[in-house]
C-alpha cells in the first residue's frame, strides 16, 4: 500500500496492492474519502472498474 495519512485519514495518491504484487486499486484521497477517479484491478493486473467519486460518494462507474 502506497498513500499519506493526515490526522489518520488517508490524502493525495492511494495505490494497493494484491498480495501477488499487482495493483488492486489507485487513485486519489481528500480527508480521508475517495475524491476523484479510481482504478480497481483484478488480481492477475486486468482493469476491471473504474468509479468516479465526489468525496466518498460514488457518482458513477464502469465496468471494463
Same mark, same amino acid.
Given at each position: 500500500?502506497?498513500?499519506?495519512?493526515?490526522?489518520?485519514?488517508?490524502?493525495?495518491?492511494? /495505490?494497493?496492492?494484491?498480495? @501477488?504484487?499487482?495493483? =488492486? #486499486? !489507485?487513485?486519489?484521497?481528500?480527508?480521508?474519502?475517495?475524491?476523484? /477517479?479510481?482504478?480497481?484491478? @483484478?488480481?492477475?493486473? =486486468? #482493469? !476491471?472498474?473504474?468509479?468516479?467519486?465526489?468525496?466518498?460518494?460514488?457518482?458513477?462507474?464502469?465496468?471494463?
Amino acid at each position: 500500500e502506497v498513500f499519506t495519512k493526515i490526522d489518520n485519514k488517508h490524502h493525495g495518491q492511494v /495505490t494497493v496492492y494484491h498480495e @501477488n504484487g499487482n495493483k =488492486k #486499486l !489507485e487513485g486519489n484521497a481528500s480527508n480521508g474519502y475517495f475524491n476523484g /477517479t479510481f482504478r480497481f484491478f @483484478n488480481k492477475s493486473g =486486468k #482493469l !476491471e472498474k473504474t468509479v468516479n467519486y465526489d468525496f466518498g460518494e460514488p457518482l458513477d462507474s464502469i465496468i471494463h
